[in-house]
Structures are given as structure tokens and as C-alpha cells.
């Protein structure tokens, strides 16, 4: 979720309903646990239509991040090989829905700012028109991902539209209660319909929409269905926590209903009530495929001054990561979680000054060695690759742009996520094994995963200097080793390696696909 003004205090969720929806039966070949996600804020990542910028006259305004920078779906379709190239096969945006008509500024007068982000929808049922362009429209972004082989997934809203609290200077100040969708229109003060939610809690003016009222559910269900039969492939789904838990349960059961093989992860803001997230893994029997959703872990993130695991990176000690793991049997099945280093609510793990710490290249060595072996579907934020620093909101958005992109490849975090994700690639553990740890030290760290009969052992190494790291108890037989293509046999369970400063080995006992350790650049 995205707004500068949200609340920390998060709300519990009601008692899981223990009666779920029938749902068909589906016998599913695909695995989002075989992706790498990209996330990209669209109105940062490059300007391929300037002609679409500033179309109300006030909302853009380049430099100011609070205002739309110009990204649109024809810079995203231009650029498409930047992410390819990299290796990653989903590409994650943000929402892509018709924003407020101009600037926004709050009635005291103390905030304004315009919805380029895509989290303030003005009318759910239409594309914001920053983003199109002549042949750059939504389905044409949708045919160009998957022309290379890339999936989409797309930021989701059912809890609130934009804001209410507007200044009269506001071009829209009479429109201001009302939200669209369908054709249909429902006005916050004036709700004859039992829309919205004029109770609370609610994040900041944002109007908040009714999830006990059946008909909403109905409403968000049609909009939603006819994105994702227009050809997305999975659903990031905002704000969990501010709706009832049977709402997602009947919204899921819905989404699956229509389609199959339909991936959706939910947003929920919480360090470590692990109860709470892994309700939402456990709304509906089956796996997020075809029945329920996953979660975003939060705990598992390294997000500026608020991630439980960036102190681990920056010099701490690996035991946080065993508070972390240790909760992952209350998961219908942690494999499926989307992990992430950072993401644009917080500051990057490029801090700035007095406004999250730095991070040195071998700081992100280490993090993402960690996120792309580790159980879970590792996303990175736009930017990663350069190491783009940044603060709070919105400082933590900049514009990547042709320039961002060009001095990226000569940025060693660039070649090592090449190479990450070919490792990922090659070995179905790393993608879907269950995660058993094999040591643990304040700089090293080591566990293995298994799936189907096949085994990866990972070695992680943080430290400023070699280790030698031994692990006992993994199954006997012929071992590769994916980043420098080693092969060796392991008899008694007992495997020893050294592992370099801030590296990492992966050790692979089954079918290794394509030949990882040939690429060239990694750390």
C-alpha cells in the first residue's frame, strides 16, 4: 500500500470462518514458485510518450516525487529486455486503475501530492491515462510481457479509493466523494447504498469501502475478474488487514473460480505477528493456485529502518532469521511467501542520510544470496540493481529511466542478480524445497531444501574473510555445485566447502537445468 500518511497501528482480523466455499476441483501444472519477480512502480521506471504527462495541467511536475515523473506502459514495453536480461519472469505493477483528474491537496492544506502511484483510484474499471498511449495500451503491455516470456502481475485495491478531504482549489473538490467502477458510481456522502464504511478505522481521508456489504464484494469481483481475463496472471492485493477475512476468502474463491493457475499475494503490515499472516494463507483449503492466497513476508524483509532482517546485512547476526523461520509451519506452505529486500513504503536498503543507513555492493551480496536461495518467491524493487538509494516516501521512488538502466549494467549488483537467478533457475529445490537448517553462526548460514527426491544445500557467508563450512546429515550421492560447477560425492551425510567474503555455494544433489556457474560478472 502507498500513502505517506498511513497508520502504523494495525487492526486484527476477525476469527477464521471455518466454513470455506466448494470450490472445483483443478489439477494445476503451474507454479509461481518458478518465478522471480521484478516490482516496478510504472510512473518511475521511463517515459516513453511525454505527450501523456501532464494532461490535466497541474499533476506533473518532473523532480517533485510527490507528483507523476512520466512513466508510462509504452516505457515499460520499450524496456521490457532490461528485465529479461537480468533473468526474471514476472514483472510486478503498481495499480494501473484511472487516478484522481489533477493535484490533490488535503482540506488543512498540509499535504498535497498526485496519484501516480495508482493507489487513490478514481474509477476502478479504467486505466489511468498517464500509462496508455497509440499502442501502448493495457492489453498491448499484457501481449508484450508475455511475448518474451514474462509474466504480469497487477496491484490490486478493494479497500479504499482516493481521498475525500480536499481543499476547494481542488479541480475535482465536487467530485470529490465518489468512486467509479462499471459504469456505476457510489458517493461517500451521500451512501444511500450501504458502500462505504463510515465506522472506522479507515487509512487517512481515503474512502473506505463496506466489506459487509455482499454487493461490494460482488462490485470488486466483476472489475477484478475482467482484468484477469483480459490476460494478467497474478494479483498483488493491497491492504489486507483493513478487511474482514471472509471478504478475501469469497474474493479468492471468486478469482480461482474463473480461472486457473491464478497466483495472488496479499499485503499485510506486520513484523512478526505471525498468526495474523498466516491466517490469510489459511482462508480456503488447497494452494494459492487454485484456492487461497499467499502473503508478502514482511518479517523476512530488509526494508530501511524497519525490515527485522536488515541488521542482519548490515553486520548482524544471522540467529534473526531462525526467529523467523521457526513460525513457518503455521503456513499452509512458507515456500509459496514472496520475499523481498525492500519495496516503496519504506526507506531502500540504500538508505540516505538520517533516513535509513547505506549499503555497501557486498551488503547486497549478501541479502540477496540469502532472499534468492531461501524458501519463498524473492521480488526486487526497480532500482536493486544500481543500488538506488533512497529515503521515505517518495524519495524512496525515483525515476530509473534509459540513464538508470545503461549505468546499472556496469553495477555489480546487476551481474550478481543475473546470476542469482540463473542458480534459482536451474535446481527445482531452490524454487519449491522445504527449508531445513544446517548451522547457524552470527555470520554464516546454512540449511537445505528439499522437493521431489532432490536435494540443494546452501552456504552463506557474510563475513569479511573465507569460511570453512561443514554440514552434517544431508542424503549421500553426486553433488554439483552451482556457481563454480564443482562436482563432489558426499558419503556419511557430511559435506565441507569454503565458502569466500560476502559469497555464497549451492550445492545440488538432482537434475541441474542449463549451466549457472558459466555466467560471467557474479561476486
Known amino acids: 500500500m502507498t500513502n505517506s500518511r498511513k497508520p502504523e497501528i494495525m487492526v486484527k482480523n476477525a476469527v477464521l470462518c471455518a466454513l470455506f466455499l466448494a470450490l472445483p476441483p483443478a489439477v494445476s501444472g503451474a507454479d509461481f514458485r518458478d518465478e522471480t519477480i521484478y516490482f516496478v512502480m510504472t510512473d518511475r ?23 507523476y515523473q512520466g512513466g508510462d506502459f509504452r516505457g515499460l514495453m520499450d524496456n521490457l529486455d532490461h528485465i529479461k536480461d537480468m533473468g526474471f519472469t514476472a514483472v510486478w505493477i503498481t495499480p494501473p486503475v484511472m487516478q484522481p483528474p489533477g493535484r490533490y491537496v488535503n482540506g488543512s492544506q498540509t499535504y498535497d501530492a498526485a496519484g501516480y502511484h495508482g493507489y487513490w483510484a478514481w474509477d476502478f474499471s479504467k486505466i489511468d491515462p498517464h500509462l496508455e498511449s497509440k499502442g501502448a495500451a493495457y492489453p498491448d503491455l499484457i501481449k508484450a510481457l508475455h511475448s518474451k516470456g514474462l509474466k504480469l502481475i497487477q496491484d490490486i485495491v478493494a479497500n479504499h479509493g482516493h481521498g475525500g478531504d480536499t481543499h476547494p482549489s481542488v479541480k ?3 467530485d470529490r466523494g465518489k468512486a467509479r467502477g462499471l459504469g456505476r458510481e457510489f458517493d461517500y456522502y451521500a451512501d444511500d447504498r450501504n458502500w462505504f464504511n463510515h465506522k472506522g478505522p479507515a487509512i487517512a481521508d481515503l474512502l473506505d469501502f463496506n466489506d459487509e456489504n455482499p454487493e461490494v464484494l460482488k462490485w470488486f469481483t466483476a472489475i477484478y475478474g475482467k482484468y484477469r481475463d483480459m490476460g494478467v496472471d497474478a494479483f498483488r492485493v493491497d491492504t489486507l488487514v483493513w478487511m474482514k477475512n471472509e471478504f478475501w476468502r469469497d474474493f479468492a474463491a471468486a478469482m480461482h473460480a474463473g480461472k486457473k493457475d491464478f497466483f495472488m499475494f496479499g499485503e499485510a503490515w506486520t513484523r512478526d505477528d505471525f498468526v495474523q499472516l498466516a491466517g490469510y494463507t489459511n482462508l480456503s483449503p488447497g494452494g494459492p493456485m487454485n484456492s487461497g492466497m499467499s502473503v508478502v513476508d514482511m518479517p523476512l524483509s530488509s526494508m530501511g529502518t524497519w525490515g527485522p532482517m536488515e541488521k542482519v546485512f548490515k553486520g548482524g547476526d544471522y540467529a534473526q532469521a531462525d526467529e523467523i523461520f521457526k513460525h513457518d509451519a503455521d503456513y499452509r506452505d512458507a515456500t509459496w511467501l514472496v520475499t523481498y529486500l525492500d519495496n516503496h513504503d519504506k526507506p531502500r536498503f540504500n538508505g540516505v542520510e538520517n533516513d535509513g543507513t547505506p549499503a555497501a555492493a557486498e551488503q547486497y551480496f549478501d541479502a540477496l544470496n540469502f532472499y534468492f536461495t531461501a524458501r519463498g518467491i524473492p521480488c526486487v524493487y526497480y532500482g536493486t540493481e544500481l543500488r538506488m538509494p533512497g529515503g521515505s516516501d517518495p524519495d524512496n521512488r525515483r525515476f530509473l529511466g534509459p540513464e538508470g538502466m545503461r549505468k546499472a549494467r556496469t553495477d555489480p549488483v546487476y551481474n550478481h542478480l543475473k546470476m542469482l537467478n540463473a542458480i534459482r533457475r ?8 522445504a527449508q531445513t537448517r544446517l548451522l547457524a553462526a552470527p555470520q554464516q548460514y546454512a540449511f537445505r531444501r528439499d522437493h521431489g527426491g532432490e536435494t540443494a544445500a546452501v552456504f552463506l557467508n557474510k563475513a569479511e574473510k573465507p569460511a570453512l563450512l561443514k554440514a552434517a546429515g544431508l542424503p549421500d550421492g553426486s553433488y554439483r555445485e552451482l556457481y563454480t560447477g564443482v562436482k563432489l560425492k558426499v558419503k556419511g551425510g557430511a559435506l565441507e566447502t569454503e565458502v569466500p567474503a560476502h559469497g555464497l555455494r549451492v550445492f545440488v544433489k538432482g537434475k541441474v537445468k542449463g549451466s549457472p556457474w558459466k555466467l560471467k560478472g557474479g561476486s
Do not use: C
Not at 511536475?61 to 507528483?67: A, S, V
Open 426 to 433: 536451474s535446481a527445482a529445490p531452490l524454487r519449491k524445497g
Open 45 to 67: 521506471y521511463a517515459d516513453g510518450d511525454p505527450s501523456n504527462n501532464n494532461i490535466y495541467g497541474d499533476e506533473y511536475r518532473p523532480g517533485d516525487l510527490k507528483y
Open 172 to 174: 475535482w473538490h465536487a
